[in-house]
């Protein structure tokens, strides 16, 4: 895996926006400012993933991108007392649909609202329906990680959570 980074990711261009250096990059770590840091593996088409950090306003995600470049799975986290929160974890359906980066339209969502006491809401839009569910007693135990350092996003970027 190859890590670039830049200010944003640009999903219409499926391109960096304000490229970074890695020192840059790291001094927006140290310092909590915005930073992307995009994942990519040779030969591929699209980039694998992409981490966005933002310290300074206890802000961290992690999306997952398919071959045409489209989110297919996100998760946000805020920071609560020194540690990253696993807070929405948000899923994405295209069909058949070969639509590139943020061209495309997802036809099938799902989301997942995570709070640190144990409360989740899920939402499912499917072909224009919705459904919610509520619950309270869930085990958020594994939604806490810690905050990464500079280049060291494996904890977070973990696509298979408990």
Do not use: K
Not at 41 to 51: C, D, F, N, Y
Not at 78 to 105: C, I, P, Q
């Amino acid at each position: 895996m190859i890590w670039t980074y830049c200010e944003t990711w640009n999903n219409l261009t499926e391109e960096p926006m304000i490229p970074l250096t890695a020192e840059e990059a790291h001094a927006r770590h140290v310092s909590g400012q915005l930073y992307n840091a995009i994942a990519s593996t040779p030969g591929q088409p699209s980039p694998q993933l992409r981490v966005g950090i933002r310290l300074e306003t206890g802000y961290a995600s992690v999306t997952f991108m398919d071959e045409f470049g489209r989110d297919t799975l996100s998760y946000t986290f805020t920071l609560l007392s020194g540690w990253l929160f696993l807070e929405t974890v948000n899923t994405y359906g295209y069909g058949d649909f070969e639509e590139r980066g943020g061209y495309a339209d997802a036809n099938y969502t799902e989301s997942y609202e995570f709070t640190p006491d144990g409360v989740m809401e899920q939402n499912i839009e499917r072909d224009g329906e919705e459904f919610q569910e509520s619950r309270n007693g869930i085990d958020v135990t594994s939604n806490w990680e810690p905050i990464p350092e500079f280049g060291r996003y494996d904890s977070l970027i973990r696509r298979e959570r408990a």
